[in-house]
C-alpha cells in the first residue's frame, strides 16, 4: 500500500496539507499551499515526461504528450491522494469540510501536488528520491491510461481487474455510495483437465460485465475487459 513519504521537516509537511481556507478560520497558523502545489505541479510534469520519455523510447511525441496529461490530470491526481488517505489528513476550513472538501477532486490533486513540492524541498532539491516515489505511482495505473488512451503495445501485459478497480474508484468521488467491483465466478463447462470458468463482475448487485477463461483469474479478467468496454459506453 502506498504511503506518503516521511518528512524531515514536519511544519513543511503540515503546509503541504493546509488548504487556504483553513487559514482564512485560523489567522497566525501559517502559510496555505498554493505556493507548494504551483511547485509540486511544475515538477509532476517534468517527471512524468522523463518517466515516459525513458519507459517507451519507441513512443512518438504525441503520444506522450496525451499520456502525460492523463497521469497528472486532476482525476488521477485525486486518485493518488486517496490511496495515501491525503484527504483525511488536509487541514480545511469548516464551511470545505461540509461541503465535501476531502472527497472534492479538486482539492485532493492540488494537495497531492503541494506534497509533491514540499517533499522536494524537505529533500534539499534532490529530485531523484521525488523520482522514486512517483514512479512506482505512475508504475501502477500506466498500462490501465494505455489502453483507455487507445495506444497499443504488444508487451504491455495490463491488468484489467485493478483498471476497472480504478475507474470505480475514481467514480465513487462524484458517487460515494458506489461499492467495490465483485467477482462471481463458477466452473460451467470443460473436462478436469481443461475446465471451463465463467466470471460476472457486480457494483452494487448490478452486474456490469461477464467472462469466461480456463481458470478463475482469466475468467475475472475477461470480465474485468467486458465491464471496462460498457462503462466507457455508458460514461
Known amino acids: ?20 481556507s483553513y ?5 497566525g497558523v501559517g502559510a496555505d499551499n498554493e505556493r507548494l ?47 495515501l488517505s491525503i484527504g483525511d489528513q488536509m487541514l480545511l476550513g469548516r464551511g470545505a469540510n461540509l461541503e465535501g472538501g476531502r472527497q472534492n477532486p479538486s482539492l485532493l490533486s492540488s494537495t497531492f501536488e503541494a506534497i509533491i513540492g514540499a517533499y522536494y524541498l524537505d529533500l534539499d532539491s534532490n529530485i531523484e528520491v521525488v523520482h522514486n516515489f512517483v514512479e512506482e505511482l505512475f508504475d ?47 466452473r460451467t463447462g470443460g473436462t478436469d483437465d481443461a475446465p471451463w470458468f465463467t466470471a460476472i463482475v457486480f457494483i452494487n448487485k448490478r452486474p456490469w460485465g461477464t467472462g ?7 475468467a475475472e479478467k475477461a470480465a474485468a475487459e467486458d465491464a471496462i468496454a460498457r462503462w466507457n459506453r455508458v460514461s
Request: neutral net charge; proline residues 5%; charged residues 25%.
Open 212 to 218: 469466461g477463461g480456463g481458470s478463475k483469474k482469466e
Open 1 to 20: 500500500m502506498a504511503k506518503i513519504p516521511p518528512f524531515n521537516n514536519e511544519s513543511l509537511f503540515r503546509q503541504a496539507l493546509t488548504h487556504r
Open 23 to 27: 487559514v482564512n478560520e485560523n489567522p
Open 37 to 83: 502545489e504551483f511547485l509540486g505541479d511544475a515538477l509532476l510534469n517534468f517527471l512524468s515526461g522523463e518517466y515516459l520519455y525513458k519507459r517507451y523510447p519507441q513512443m512518438s511525441e504525441g503520444k506522450m504528450t496525451s499520456l502525460r496529461s492523463s497521469l497528472v490530470d486532476e482525476k488521477q491526481l485525486a486518485e493518488f491522494a486517496i490511496r
Open 140 to 186: 501502477s495505473v500506466i498500462d490501465g491510461l494505455i489502453a483507455t488512451d487507445g495506444v497499443v503495445f504488444t508487451q504491455s501485459k495490463i491488468d484489467y481487474k485493478s483498471l476497472f478497480q480504478q475507474m470505480a474508484l475514481a467514480s465513487r468521488l462524484r458517487n460515494p455510495n458506489l461499492e467495490n467491483p465483485q467477482y462471481t465466478t463458477n
